[in-house]
């Protein structure tokens, strides 16, 4: 079972990208080549994909948060934690490796999130490369850089995946993270 973050705005979010992608091919002339006029398609599902990864951070560190909070006793400690954190989410903008690797350390205590980014023909450093990638992409799609970034529909009909590929590695370190280290009950079994 993966979390509410993963589930309700991960992977509900990245659905989006995945109709533009369906739009795209139901817009291709049948003919070889680059398909003209279908490239904003591209460009809207790498932004739609960070978006997504942006939106998983910042939830799935609040479900954590919420998980951490004390049954009983004095909640000083946790509340004080609790509203600092929030505030680093009110500010987070820009989903990159590194600080997603800062804002669960700070959030939660985990040492480097970005070990997890591993599975089968990805390693960790291809998976912070490629999100990276995906970063720079969206930054320039973003800010309006011109020429405009040719993103190839191959490139962006595949991103939804490795989002959502780097979101179950996460979901499965913060989970080990709250259940082996911190010793509290699984809030989403595996």
């Known amino acids: ?31 070889p080549g680059r398909q003209f006029g279908l490239a904003s398609l591209n460009r809207a599902a790498v932004v739609l994909c960070v978006s997504a990864w942006e939106s998983y951070i910042e939830e799935l560190i609040r479900e954590s948060l919420l998980v951490m909070r004390p049954t009983t006793g004095a909640m000083g400690v946790w509340s004080t934690h609790f509203a600092s954190m929030s505030g680093h989410l009110g500010r987070f903008n820009t989903p990159n490796a590194e600080n997603v690797r800062t804002l669960l350390h700070d959030a939660l205590g985990l040492q480097d999130v970005r070990n997890s980014w591993a599975w089968r023909n990805c390693t960790s450093q291809q998976a912070i490369q490629r999100l990276g990638a995906a970063m720079r992409q969206r930054h320039e799609i973003a800010h309006g850089v011109n020429p405009r970034p040719v993103v190839h529909n191959h490139y962006s009909s595949q991103l939804p995946d490795f989002i959502r590929r780097l979101g179950r590695a996460t979901d499965n370190a913060v989970r080990h993270q709250l259940v ?4 509290i009950a699984n809030p989403w079994p595996a």
């Open 1 to 31: 079972m993966s979390s509410n973050a993963f589930a309700v705005h991960l992977d509900e979010l990245l659905k989006d990208a995945e109709e533009l992608d369906d739009a795209h091919t139901r817009l291709r002339t049948g003919n």
């Open 180 to 183: 082996t280290i911190l010793g």
